[in-house]
């Protein structure tokens, strides 16, 4: 399956703002792209933006800008290679002991700016403790949070954490995924927050504009599996952006000064006709 991916972001600057930007694909999925995912950062003043790029604690591809005053418009269009296939469930898969647990997972069992494992710890083992470890505790969670939130965009908060999702009981995805990440935490199941594009592939398209996702990975049997509280289904065509401890790893945009969005575009589409978006994207 070709998928074509990408968005048009802009942000009103006052002053010159350094910015963090994690708008690229994961270094793992790059081998999958058809063409270049090209960033193009255009000010409205005309000054030149500098840029350069590094891999964060957790892998992920970030891009350091310089913003000069005015609007800043950042881009990019490109076209990736997908399996087509929806995530894969794996319910044997076992839960291991913490002892026996890689070192480099352990950070992903600690409570985190948005995921307060102290005050959920009690509720997650009242809810959960009677499942069976591994997969099936998962999915109890997933099902759970699932049900307990109220999508909408106008629930969004920038400040809102799990525990305060949890006391709403409404939200947007990355608060299905900060309430799920802690539960299992709580639970002593490594898990980490992902971003990315979700498109509507696969499944009827939905009355919202289409966004960025948020969904999460847990360590299980001895690797990483997909699961998505928001939509609770397995999903075709995921494109991850970054991976960390919650979405302050990963947003798409940490600004050191004033930077107003004021321009907000994304795609993710199946592509049916190669050759129209090859012209597309190349123009």
């Known amino acids: 399956m070709l998928i074509r991916a990408g968005y048009e972001i802009s942000y009103d ?8 930007l994690l708008l690229s694909i994961v270094p793992d999925r790059e081998p999958d792209l058809r063409t270049p995912q090209r960033m193009s950062l255009t000010s409205s003043s005309g000054e030149p933006v500098p840029v350069r790029h590094y891999r964060d604690g957790f892998n992920n591809a970030v891009t350091r800008v310089v913003a000069p005053p005015g609007r800043l418009t950042i881009s990019a269009d490109f076209l990736i290679e997908d399996s087509g ?5 794996v319910p044997d898969a076992e839960q291991h002991r913490i002892a026996d647990l890689p070192d480099e997972v352990l950070v992903f069992l600690l409570g985190s700016r948005y995921c ?11 809810l ?6 591994g997969w099936e505790r998962v999915q109890a969670i997933c099902d759970h949070v699932h049900d307990r939130i109220t999508f909408g965009y106008e ?9 305060e999702a949890n006391e709403e009981r409404k939200g947007v995805c990355r608060d299905f995924t900060h309430l799920a990440v802690t539960y299992c935490r709580c639970m002593n199941i490594p898990t980490r927050y992902v971003t990315g594009y979700l498109g509507d592939i696969g499944v009827p398209p939905v009355d919202y504009p289409m966004d960025f996702s948020a969904w999460f990975e847990v360590y299980l049997g001895g690797r990483w599996h997909t ?11 995921r494109i991850l952006m ?17 930077a107003r969005l004021s321009g907000f575009h994304v795609i993710t589409d199946e592509v049916k006709d190669e050759a129209a978006a090859l012209a597309a994207v190349k123009a």
């Open 85 to 89: 296939l929806h995530d894969p469930a």
């Open 242 to 258: 970054g991976r960390g401890r919650d979405a302050t790893d990963v947003a798409i945009s940490t600004a050191f000064g004033s």
């Open 116 to 126: 307060e494992t102290d005050k959920l710890s009690d509720q997650a083992w009242s």
């Open 227 to 237: 699961f998505d509280a928001r939509h609770n289904t397995p999903r075709i065509g």
């Open 13 to 20: 600057c006052a002053q010159t703002t350094p910015m963090l």
């Open 155 to 163: 629930h969004a908060r920038s400040t809102k954490t799990a525990f």
């Open 128 to 133: 959960f403790g009677h499942t069976r470890p």
